[in-house]
C-alpha cells in the first residue's frame, strides 16, 4: 500500500505533541505513528482516515484553485457563506483527485474519513471480487463515503473508473474533525451542524429509493424521527441529536442493503 502522509490537521491527540499543524515536513515520530495507526496498533480516527486516503497522488492545486472547484457545490457554499474562514479549514482539509480509465479509486474492507464529491466523469460501484458486477453508477453530483465517516465501517464496495471514458475528477474532504475532542475541533457548531445535516439529508434521500421500489416492505415504512431545529439557534443538544439520527439512518440503510440489496441509484453506502 501507497501512503500519502499529510500534515498533521492537529486534532489528533497522539500526534499533537510532536508535530504543529502548521509545520509542512512532518516529525520522524509523526511518521511512525502515522504507520502504527495504518497496521491498527493504536487506535486514532483521525490519523487512521489521514492514511486511507486513496493511493493514487492528488492533483497539485492551491487553496484558492480548490475553493473554485467547489464553489457549484451547496455544500461549501453553504459552509463558506456562514463563515469564510471555516471553508477555509475544509479546504485545507480536502485533495481533488484524477481518476483514470479502469483505475479503482476505493478499495472494499479501507476505513476512512474522508467524504468523496464526483466533479466529472463516471465511476462504477463494484462487488471487490468481481468488478464485471456492477451495484451502481455515479455521475457528477453523487456523494459518497458518508456512511464510512459517520459509523467508522469498513469499506463495502470498490468504487471503480469505467474503462473506455475519459478520466473521473473527485474532490474530496477529510471530515475526521467530527469525531475529535472540543478542545482539539478546529470547525465550529454552525459548521458541524451544516455537515451533520447535509449526512442526514444524503441518508434520508437513499432511504427514500428503498421507499419507492419497495413501497409495502415493512422494513421501509418505519417512520423518520424528525429533528426540530431549536428557534434560539444552532446547539449542542441538536448536534449531538443531528449525530444520534445519521448513525440511525447510516444502520438502517446497511440493514436494507443487506435485507433488500443495493438499489442501483443508491451507491454512496460506503
Known amino acids: 500500500m501507497v501512503f500519502s502522509l499529510p500534515v498533521c490537521p492537529g486534532y489528533c491527540n497522539s500526534c499533537l505533541p510532536v508535530v504543529s499543524p502548521r509545520c509542512p515536513v512532518p516529525t520522524l515520530n509523526t511518521l511512525k505513528h502515522w504507520l502504527s495507526a495504518a497496521r491498527g496498533m493504536i487506535i486514532c480516527p483521525a490519523t487512521r482516515g489521514a492514511l486511507l486516503m486513496p493511493t493514487n497522488p492528488a492533483l497539485q492545486l492551491t487553496a484558492e484553485e480548490l ?119 478546529p470547525l465550529t457548531l454552525p459548521t458541524q451542524l451544516i455537515v451533520y445535516r447535509q449526512i442526514v439529508h444524503i441518508l434520508r434521500w437513499r432511504i427514500e429509493l428503498y421507499r419507492s421500489r419497495f413501497p409495502d416492505h415493512p422494513m421501509v415504512r418505519v417512520p423518520f424521527n424528525l429533528i426540530h431545529r431549536s428557534p434560539a439557534g444552532d446547539s449542542e443538544a441538536e448536534l449531538q441529536e443531528q449525530r444520534d439520527y445519521a448513525l440511525f439512518l447510516a444502520d438502517r440503510l446497511q440493514q436494507l442493503n443487506t435485507k433488500l440489496g443495493p438499489i442501483n441509484n443508491d451507491v454512496g453506502m460506503s
Open 67 to 185: 475553493e473554485k472547484k467547489v464553489a457549484s457545490l451547496h455544500f461549501f457554499k453553504e459552509v463558506g457563506r456562514h463563515d469564510p474562514q471555516q471553508l477555509q479549514i475544509l479546504i485545507q482539509q480536502s485533495h481533488l483527485y484524477s481518476v483514470a480509465p479502469g483505475e479503482t479509486f476505493l478499495k472494499a474492507g479501507e476505513q476512512g474519513s474522508w467524504m468523496y464529491f464526483l466533479m466529472r466523469g463516471k465511476l462504477l460501484v463494484c462487488d471487490p471480487l468481481d468488478h464485471s458486477k456492477v451495484i451502481g453508477v455515479l455521475i457528477p453530483g453523487d456523494v459518497f463515503g458518508e456512511i464510512a465517516v459517520i459509523t467508522g465501517h469498513e469499506r463495502t464496495q470498490d468504487i471503480v473508473a469505467p474503462g473506455l471514458i475519459r478520466e473521473a475528477v473527485v474532490f474530496a474532504t477529510d471530515f475526521a474533525c467530527l469525531h475529535a475532542k472540543p478542545e482539539h475541533n
